[in-house]
């Protein structure tokens, strides 16, 4: 089956100004998660998605940062306007099952996004 | 709170020595435990995992992971490291309720020496 799908792999931007990331999830998964990766540290959640409502996004910086699922399948996530410190690997993530439910609860990792904030 | 102690940021093996990566938490209850491998430019891979049952769980390319209820701990090993296992590796608990929101430790970035 496919993996989870991201672009773009790698973006450039100028502080101040807007980005979008998009993640198709494995077809099916329930659950999809947007985690921001900065160097030297691991993924932190930044918003979690059960079909097409939020479930948790209490570590989202609200004012600048943004997502959606609509329809339930793929998701997008824009931060506008960047500051230097969102650089980071924002990655993708999903999951089978609804938070809750019985049986497996692994998460599948997209290969992320690169972002440098200049 | 939960959270998720990886008390090694790096670690050096030679090629065919073993390999041992701590991993503490904290957490109210027995939590959901992870181990992810990170390769350069990649996104994470699912070496292994524990939910319950027997304390020792098998995984991927060799690996293998303890859970240690007393210790609070959930330690990654391998008996013969490849120099293919170069990467950075990171401990994940998943709370059994609320949310069941994942937390991942800081990562061990693993060096193999030929």
């Known amino acids: 089956e496919a993996g989870v799908a991201q672009s773009p792999r790698y973006k450039i931007i100028e502080k101040r100004q807007s980005v979008a990331f998009w993640c198709n999830p494995i077809s099916g998964h329930a659950t999809l998660y947007w985690y921001q990766q900065i160097l030297g540290q691991g993924p932190k959640l930044l918003i979690q998605?059960?079909?097409?409502?939020?479930?948790?996004d209490s570590q989202l910086p609200k004012d600048r940062f943004s997502a959606e699922r609509l329809k339930g399948v793929d998701s997008t996530l824009k931060i506008q306007p960047a500051k230097l410190e969102d650089s980071a690997v924002y990655l993708c993530?999903?999951?089978?099952?609804?938070?809750?439910?019985?049986?497996?609860?692994?998460?599948?990792f997209g290969p992320g996004t690169r972002l440098t904030v200049t | 709170a939960q959270s998720v102690t990886q008390p090694d940021i790096h670690i050096t093996v030679s090629e065919g020595a073993s390999l041992e990566l701590r991993c503490n938490y904290s957490y109210g209850a027995t939590p959901y435990l992870f181990w992810y491998v990170q390769s350069p430019g990649q996104g994470l891979q699912l070496l292994l995992k524990?939910?319950?049952?027997?304390?020792l769980v098998q995984g991927i390319k060799g690996f293998e992971a303890e859970f240690k209820r007393s210790q609070s701990s959930f330690n990654l090993r391998k008996p013969s490291v490849h120099w293919s296992d170069a990467a950075e590796y990171f401990c994940?608990?998943?709370?059994?309720?609320?949310?069941?929101?994942?937390?991942f430790g800081t990562g061990t970035r693993l060096k193999v020496l030929a």
């Open positions: 993530a999903s999951s089978l099952r609804r938070a809750g439910e019985a049986g497996s609860y692994e998460q599948y």
């Open positions: 998605f059960q079909n097409n409502g939020v479930v948790d």
């Open positions: 524990y939910f319950s049952g027997d304390t």
């Open positions: 994940a608990v998943r709370a059994t309720s609320g949310t069941y929101k994942y937390i």
